[in-house]
């Protein structure tokens, strides 16, 4: 059973910056995709940044040279630096993984997840 557990989310003002961790336990393949997911109030869950396997990363657009992912394997880490926060970055986000690919904008495929840590900037 793979357990995926957030921290590091609080209240920032904007321009801010955070760095949420997922603590991961459990069986994780060194291939596996882990991913970072947010979901704001009235809005369905986006991804918001992937790392694979092979180390390569992907971003939503409107986080692209604002997050950093980052894993340390060693230590079953998972990071997202988050800089130059706005309002419209507000939401409980959420670490995921998944086995077999490492698409973004299919949050559906992921199939452990963590419980989430809540982000406001204000």
């Known amino acids: 059973e793979v357990q995926l557990v957030e921290s590091g989310g609080a209240s920032v003002q904007a321009g801010g910056s955070l760095r949420l961790s997922c603590a991961a336990s459990?069986?994780?393949?060194?291939?596996?995709?882990m991913g970072w997911f947010r979901q704001a109030p009235g809005k369905e869950r986006e991804g918001v940044a992937t790392?694979?396997?092979?180390?390569?990363?992907s971003y939503k657009d409107s986080v692209k040279g604002r997050f950093t992912i980052s894993q340390d394997n060693a230590e079953e880490m998972l990071y997202l630096e988050m800089t130059m926060l706005g309002p419209d970055d507000t939401a409980v986000y959420y670490c995921a993984a998944r086995g077999i690919g490492c698409d973004l904008n299919t949050p559906d495929d992921f199939h452990f997840w963590g419980r989430g840590t809540q982000v406001t900037v204000s």
């Open positions: 790392i694979g396997g092979d180390g390569t990363a």
């Open positions: 459990g069986y994780i393949d060194s291939h596996y995709c």
